[in-house]
């Protein structure tokens, strides 16, 4: 284990300032940044899209660690050259999701599926010990729950994660960034929707035929079970009606 090498990717974007809509590093992926960096290890940072894209720049600033941009125009699926490109890294770190575009948040699933690799969501914290990593999860209402997987994996960073990006004029001015070779080929997003005959509606039908009056009428009143209901006569004549009832059922004994 002595000449391991921890080896880590952060994928980042391009986001977009909510107020101004200025291009920006998205701040998702800069929490996974700064996540990378706690874990240790050597870091690479990778970005597909468009290497002469300034804000690209400002990811310098958050990490000592080389840019490295994969030419990507867009309408080409990014998934097949990011996966080529992501062979051999231990740990893949992403943010939950971009600030622009589709902003899905489906791309770590995707290559987690193209890679056959495990992927761990919504992660907090992070460690990495003998081959493995102990991941603190976010969960709802406050609960929190550590997850252990074998690398290599992928882990999206949930936006709570409780990091501070830290920004240096220094390393922006002083970092590097490589664009890569161009993608021989690519394959083309899978965006068109899929178009299939309607299926026929199955239609509820009500087990008795009555009226809803009637259904609602039985369901407040109880169903009779017999008897005789005494309207008319003398007080004394209910009474003796009520006493032979009872006692035909053996309610009392006198």
Request: proline share 9%; net charge positive; no cysteine.
């Amino acid at each position: 284990m002595d000449s391991w090498q921890l080896r880590i990717a952060v994928l980042v974007s391009i986001g977009r300032n909510p107020v101004s809509g200025a291009a920006r590093p998205d701040r998702n992926d800069l929490l996974a940044l700064e996540l990378a960096r706690k874990a240790g290890g050597e870091l690479t940072i990778l970005h597909a899209g468009d290497p002469n894209e300034p804000a690209l720049a400002d990811y310098l600033a958050y990490s000592a660690a080389p840019l490295e941009i994969l030419p990507m125009p867009g309408g080409p699926d990014i998934v097949p050259p990011l996966a080529a490109r992501l062979q051999g890294f231990h740990l893949i770190l992403t943010g939950s999701r971009t600030e622009g575009g589709e902003a899905s948040g489906m791309l770590p699933y995707a290559l987690a599926k193209r890679l056959g690799l495990p992927i761990v969501a919504q992660a907090l914290d992070l460690a990495v010990a003998e081959g493995q990593a102990e991941i603190t999860q976010f969960l709802p209402k406050g609960q929190r729950r550590r997850i252990t997987v074998r690398l290599p994996a992928i882990i999206a960073v949930h936006p709570m994660a409780p990091l501070t990006p830290r920004y240096s004029h220094l390393r922006r001015v002083s970092g590097q960034s490589v664009t890569l070779p161009a993608p021989a080929s690519t394959e083309a997003a899978s965006t068109a929707w899929r178009t299939e005959p309607a299926r026929k509606p199955v239609v509820l039908q009500a087990t008795e035929k009555k009226s809803g009056h009637a259904r609602m009428a039985a369901a407040i009143t109880s169903e009779s079970k017999g008897g005789t209901l005494v309207t008319e006569g003398t007080p004394t004549e209910k009474a003796l009606a009520i006493l032979a009832y009872l006692r035909s059922h053996r309610l009392i004994e006198f």
